[in-house]
């Protein structure tokens, strides 16, 4: 069985988000870039299915700029066996477009299994993994906290409001990975070196014959409103009266 894992690189986790002066956008510069934190659950998982030996192949793929190869060679020290990168330097590259290219290399991959993040924490779109589905006309499951692989098919728990439920797919079938499917590996230094000489396939969309051009117009970015500060009340009382007065109690 071979899996296919479309990683995105995105602001890091970790880093304070800042608006651009002029609204346009979210300013990257200078700022620390890593794999998208449920991509990396999402080939978490891929690598345990291999580590398991019901998978036999673990093909990551990214859509980006020249940077993103950082985020392939990343994966690849995780563990994949090889990365394919489709290149293209366009400032924005929205779901749709994306869900287009991964089909694309679908086409020729031919994977079994293609798991992605659930979201990609920059944007938030949460799209790509369900339009791809519909593009392919294949079985999704969303959000996947738990992967069981039977025979042709894949058992799918997955996190939904109140609780769990388990979806039956045949494969080939496409799945989204939530946070709480795994705890994803840290490179080690030999794999970081290894890496380095596994096989990173380059090619674009124009290759692809894909048209990423937007369909949206971003109109305006803003910071979220500051909040404003709290009082200390002196008893429970005056806390009781301060609810009433606004309407809360
Ligand atoms: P989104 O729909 O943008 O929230 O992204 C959902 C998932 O689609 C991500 O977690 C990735 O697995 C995949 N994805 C999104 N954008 C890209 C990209 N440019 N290259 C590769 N995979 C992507």
Do not use: C
Request: hydrophobic residues 45%; charged residues 25%.
């Amino acid at each position: 069985m071979k899996i296919l894992v479309p990683v995105k690189r995105v602001v890091d986790a970790n880093v304070k988000i800042r608006v651009k002066p002029d609204g346009s956008g979210v300013d990257t510069a200078n700022v620390k870039m890593s794999m998208n934190p449920f991509d990396e659950n999402a080939l978490e998982e891929a690598l345990r299915l291999r580590e398991a030996g019901t998978a036999t192949e673990v093909v990551i793929v990214t859509v980006g700029s020249e940077k993103s190869a950082e985020t392939l060679r990343a994966g690849l020290a995780m563990g994949a066996d090889r990365a394919i990168h489709v290149k293209t330097e366009a400032p924005r590259i929205e779901p749709l477009a994306v869900a287009k290219v991964l089909k694309a290399v679908i086409a020729s991959e031919a994977p079994d299994l293609v798991i992605l993040g659930k979201q990609a924490i920059d944007d938030d779109n949460n799209q790509t993994g369900q339009m791809l589905s519909a593009l392919l006309g294949w079985p999704q499951a969303t959000f996947a906290s738990k992967i069981v692989i039977g025979a042709g098919t894949i058992d799918v728990t997955r996190e939904v409001d109140g609780g769990h439920e388990t979806l039956r797919l045949a494969l080939p079938a496409l799945v989204t990975a939530d946070l709480r499917l795994n705890e994803p590996r840290y490179a080690s230094l030999p794999n970081i070196m290894k890496a380095k000489k596994k096989p990173l396939d380059e090619t674009s969309p124009e290759t692809l014959g894909v048209d990423i051009a937007p369909r949206l117009t971003v109109l305006k970015t803003t910071e979220p409103a500051g909040r404003t500060a709290g009082i200390i009340v002196a008893s429970a009382e005056e806390l009781a009266a301060k609810l009433k007065q606004a309407g809360v109690l």
